[in-house]
């Protein structure tokens, strides 16, 4: 059987990986196939430019904690495409995907790649038994995303929005970006509008003044810090978090918005508190600490993984590494249309040196050399790597530091592919 990564391969090969928004053709596909999404028992969409998948992590585990059943669509996948489509606890398998994909071929109509994932998560959820929650993550926007399908879905979650993807939406201004968000939302449904700028709630607030929909802000629940220690707070509940694995405000503020969505769906806060321990990120602010790639390093050497790519993410990631008390070093990959000048002016004063790299197998992926002068513009000690082995090669020493991995959740999850 051929792996994960050729049948991804040719699976670009065989649709567009253009992101076309309109929806008219994957309507066209749901036509023929008699409309499998409307048999899905609550719905869920995940919107947003920055968190929609530690969003929907959290939450997916607060409902099987809960023992309920769910399916889960996440975008991008980091280490395999069967990563993408989780159905009751488990993964798909590459057998399943290539039967859907060629339910969706037989139609002989044309989708994108997203489209084409789209429709095979759709079709795997359509044929589970006894699901209650279908969690379904949107692409870059939603007002013309192939996951913008339900009517009245049970809930639609707004995670942290800013001004990315201003090529893709065609648009130069983040009200624009906003409106294409938020601003085709359902009439019928829960709206949970996540931790925000006060310049986009104010944008938000407008936007969804005349939606007749349920809408519950932010303003409704926060995170609340006590001697070093972190606790989910609204009117009724105090649920205290106890985790290895959160590093930022970013992460905290997703996890309160899935506490406040789960609370909601009547999970009760004991059994929250418990299963805040045992959620993980992965490729998100996510430790290595055993795998292929430690053979490169001291034990004395720690290696950081966060798919950081945003300004936002990248201030995230800033305000952890600044409590670090350890020399911190970078390998750096990232995309041409991520603004990668402005993204690395948000790391002023913490990397002793960065090593770039071009991301494998991706061609946005801006050249090593390209970063090299970025930053080299910036001050900083840059070399060139060929990939992370050599640039790991190049970092280590007996020095105990940190060496952290950024830029791009599809350089991240070419690092964990390696591991």
Not at 293 to 318: M, P, Q, V
Request: glycine fraction near 4%.
């Amino acid at each position: 059987m051929i792996s994960s990564e050729i049948y991804y391969n040719k699976l670009q090969k065989k649709y567009s990986r253009k992101i076309n928004l309109d929806r008219k053709r994957i309507f066209k596909v749901l036509k023929k196939l008699k409309f499998p999404h409307l048999n899905l028992k609550n719905p869920i969409n995940l919107i947003g430019s920055d968190g929609k998948y530690t969003t929907g992590i959290n939450l997916l585990n607060f409902i099987e904690a809960n023992k309920k059943n769910t399916t889960f669509f996440q975008s991008p996948h980091l280490v395999s495409v069967c990563h993408r489509f989780r159905l009751k606890k488990k993964f798909i398998n590459l057998n399943q995907i290539q039967k859907y994909e060629d339910i969706i071929h037989k139609t002989r109509l044309k989708l994108t790649l997203f489209e084409a994932l789209t429709m095979i998560y759709l079709l795997a959820a359509n044929d589970q038994k006894k699901i209650d929650y279908n969690i379904c993550e949107a692409g870059a926007g939603f007002e013309a995303d192939s996951t913008n399908l339900w009517e009245a879905p049970k809930a639609q979650i707004i995670t942290n929005i800013n001004l990315q993807h201003l090529d893709l939406f065609k648009v130069k201004t983040l009200t624009e970006v906003v409106k294409i968000k938020v601003g085709y939302l359902s009439k019928k449904t829960s709206i949970y509008i996540g931790k925000q700028t006060p310049k986009v709630l104010k944008i938000i607030k407008k936007i969804l003044k005349k939606n007749p929909s349920k809408i519950i802000y932010p303003s409704t629940w926060k995170i609340i810090k006590s001697k070093n220690e972190y606790s989910y707070k609204d009117r009724k509940n105090t649920i205290p978090i106890k985790s290895r694995y959160i590093h930022s405000e970013g992460l905290l503020n997703n996890l309160g918005l899935a506490i406040k969505v789960a609370l909601d769906f009547n999970i009760a806060p004991s059994i929250i508190k418990k299963t805040i321990p045992k959620i993980n990120y992965e490729g998100r602010m996510q430790y290595l600490k055993k795998g292929k790639l430690r053979k490169y390093l001291n034990k004395n050497e720690e290696l950081l993984l966060d798919g950081a790519h945003s300004n936002t993410s990248g201030k995230n990631l800033f305000n952890y590494l600044k409590t670090i008390k350890l020399p911190i070093y970078c390998v750096w990959g990232m995309q041409k249309n991520k603004a990668p000048d402005e993204f690395l002016k948000e790391f002023k004063g913490i990397f002793k040196k960065i090593i770039t790299v071009k991301i494998p197998n991706e061609p946005n992926s801006c050249l090593a050399k390209q970063l090299m002068n970025i930053a080299n513009d910036q001050n900083y000690n840059v070399e060139i790597a060929k990939g992370i082995k050599q640039a790991l090669q190049t970092l280590s020493s007996k020095e105990k530091k940190l060496i952290v991995v950024m830029g791009s959740l599809y350089w991240v999850g070419s690092v964990l592919k390696e591991n």
